[in-house]
């Protein structure tokens, strides 16, 4: 069993930046995965990081603004949201996925944690 807390939510205005934190209660070994959702939206995409070569992906919408990165030695992915948007506006969750290299798929991924609400005002 694989535990995921998240961390690092809060109020930030647009064009400001937040640092969300996923510790795992074990070397989660295979990549992890960000995800949001909005209050009557889909789940979807955000970023994904593979544990042992740190190699990173991530949706369109915020290519070039966050930057997914990994502590091996903590357990620890962090997400670095930077030029934050109102439309970034939702619960981030991270997870970890069945594969090496994580993918845009929310069914690839077993483990999930609680959820960082992140809400950026306009």
């Known amino acids: 069993q694989v535990q995921l807390v998240e961390s690092g939510g809060g109020l930030v205005q647009a064009g400001g930046s937040l640092r969300l934190s996923c510790a795992a209660s074990?070397?989660?070994?295979?990549?992890i995965g960000w995800f949001r959702q909005a209050p009557g939206k889909e789940r979807e995409f955000v970023a994904a990081?593979?544990?042992?070569?740190?190699?990173?992906n991530y949706a369109d919408s915020v290519k070039g603004r966050f930057t997914a990165s990994r502590d091996n030695a903590k357990n620890t992915v962090y997400l670095q949201m930077n030029s934050l948007k109102p439309e970034d506006t939702a619960v981030y969750y991270c997870?970890?996925?069945?594969?090496?290299?994580?993918?845009?798929?929310?069914?690839?991924?077993?483990?999930w944690g609680q959820g960082t609400q992140v809400t950026v005002s306009s």
């Open positions: 074990r070397g989660p070994y295979n990549a």
């Open positions: 997870a970890r996925s069945r594969a090496m290299i994580g993918d845009s798929d929310s069914r690839n991924y077993v483990y």
């Open positions: 990081i593979s544990w042992s070569g740190g190699s990173t």
